[in-house]
């Protein structure tokens, strides 16, 4: 027998990593259709919810760093067509080499885990702080940290946690979808450091005062390192 060294279709490749795409963090509403070569995200219904958006948001991301580790990069085009309202965006996968930290990332979508159990007292280092941040900017959002101790508690009160542990934070932007990003991205870089990551309820009001005026705050995320 003759062995071909030939590269797989894009729409192969494509359906080869959407489980993993399903993985991320998200609330449903949404179906893929793979046809003329791409992957095609459709919602259920037009007027979806911030909820399904931001899930969504996360899935392409989910899809992107996938499609990176396998030696594919993404090439996305968002926006719904006038022929149909339900559509997000279509995702072409072309040739593209993955750097060391996109394979990590992508390892980490299989073994991330989301709990709001007890953190342990261990400090997050600045610097890992920095490359959660940067993870976030990528994706167009902003990464603040809640550093006044009374909003901490009073954010906290909602959560399962009995513990006042882990570091509090608030991805910011105007654009639902690229929150969603950004919090896939913060989660996946996070276990690969280590941090277990959950998103907790959000009071409005509270996370306002934490990132300004000019930003809407999308997600409430709480990071620490496991209790063990």
């Not at 795409?21 to 179906?31: E, K, S």
């Not at 550093?147 to 399962?160: F, W």
Request: hydrophobic share 45%; aromatic share 4%.
């Amino acid at each position: 027998m003759t062995m071909t060294n030939v590269a797989p279709r894009g729409d192969t490749v494509l359906r080869s990593v959407l489980h993993l795409a399903d993985l991320a963090p998200h609330a449903g509403g949404y179906q893929w259709r793979l046809t003329d070569g791409a992957a095609h995200l459709h919602l259920d219904t037009p007027d979806s919810p911030p909820t399904v958006l931001l899930g969504v948001g996360a899935v392409l991301h989910h899809l992107r760093v996938a499609l990176a580790a396998s030696g594919w990069g993404a090439l996305v085009r968002r926006g719904t067509m006038p022929s149909d309202p339900t559509h997000v965006a279509s995702i072409h996968a072309v040739r593209q080499q993955p750097t060391p930290e996109q394979v990590a990332m992508a390892a980490a979508i299989s073994i991330r885990t989301s709990d709001d159990a007890d953190y342990s007292e261990a400090a997050v280092p600045w610097t890992v702080l920095r490359r959660l941040s940067s993870q976030a900017a990528s994706e167009g959002a902003e990464l603040h940290l809640v550093v006044d101790h009374e909003t901490r508690v009073r954010m906290l009160r909602r959560s399962k946690s009995l513990r006042n542990a882990g570091v509090l934070a608030v991805i910011a932007t105007n654009d639902v979808l690229a929150a969603g990003a950004a919090f896939s991205a913060v989660l996946l870089m996070g276990t690969v450091w280590g941090l277990l990551g959950c998103r907790l309820p959000m009071r409005p009001q509270l996370a306002r005062a934490v990132v300004g005026p000019d930003l809407t705050p999308q997600v409430l995320l709480r990071l620490g390192y496991p209790r063990t």
